[in-house]
């Protein structure tokens, strides 16, 4: 019995060996950083008091709480509030101690410091652990990527279906709209519309997702252009189906398979066009971990390389992993396995 065509498509990815151990190792590190607050936080996994169980993770606490004289919530990077705690219970803390905003006040040289036991990439400018910023960075900008990729390319596969099932005037006037919004500078659009608006990470979603859906039109559009004159297609409207039942049913599955192979190419992009306007200083808001604006700091602060070289080395490695999941999906959705 020959193998289905889904397994066909799983060995030839798997035996894209460069493509699929960027699959294992960009998961691994997408995982890890899923779960940044419970590996770089200034707040204490768990704390013991008085036979009480406490987790500053996910709740406040007041440092009267300790046992000590403020109302406030207390600060566990304090030594008096560590030695309220440990007077009568112990304090369990995540593997680093700095949050992505933690600014480190005891540092007895200026910053950026150098990279240390304690700070193992260093500290940036504002006495903030690169570590931590890039744990934090670096999730922030696959989830951006992620969203941004997945809602244009909806956006973009239900317009290209709808121009290339109905073709005609439909197809006409909606090419001549994408020319020319694909045209416009969209860069500098966007840092135009920065200046009158404080960009959120919805916000900036929002503005890019403007932009970015024209990407797979064409791609579904041909792919509809073709399919629309197969005989299954006239059958199914001989026998009365709906555009609808038609375009979602019939012929869309046959095309999501061709845009699959390029959305890891789309994610890579949506990430490059987010770290360019943080490191031009119009992307998420000041002092939001951000690999763009580490690169910034890097530039500006070239007595310090290890900032660019963080950078430089995070951002590579993750395009280039996506790069090469990229491939190894073009190869297993190529039309020709279903042949073989």
Known sequence: MSKTIKQKRLAVFKSNKRGYYSLIIFSFLFIITLFSEFIANDKPLLISYKNEFYTPVFKVYTEKQFGGFFETEADYKDKFVQ??????????????????????????????????????????????????????????????GLTLTILSSIIGVIIGALQGYYGGKVDLLGQRFIEIWSGLPTLFLLIILANYIQPTFWWLLGLLLLF???????????????????????????????????????????????TITFMPFILSGSITTLTSLDFLGFGLPAGSPSLGELLAQGKDNLQAPWLGITAFVVLSLLLTLLIFIGEAFRDAMDPRIAEK
């Open 83 to 144: 030695d309220l705690i440990n007077k009568d219970g112990y304090i369990i803390w995540p593997l680093i101690r700095y949050s992505y905003d933690t600014i480190k006040t005891n540092s007895t040289t200026s910053f950026p410091s150098s990279p240390s036991s304690e700070n193992l990439l260093g500290t940036d400018d504002q006495g903030r652990d690169v570590l931590a910023r890039v744990m934090y960075g670096f999730r922030i900008s696959i989830l951006f």
């Open 212 to 258: 970015s859906w024209t990407a797979l039109v064409g791609l579904v559009r041909a792919e509809f252009l073709r399919a629309r004159n197969f005989e299954y297609v006239k059958a199914a409207k001989a026998l009365g189906q709906s555009d609808k039942l038609i375009i979602f049913k019939h012929i869309l599955p046959n095309a999501v398979i061709a």
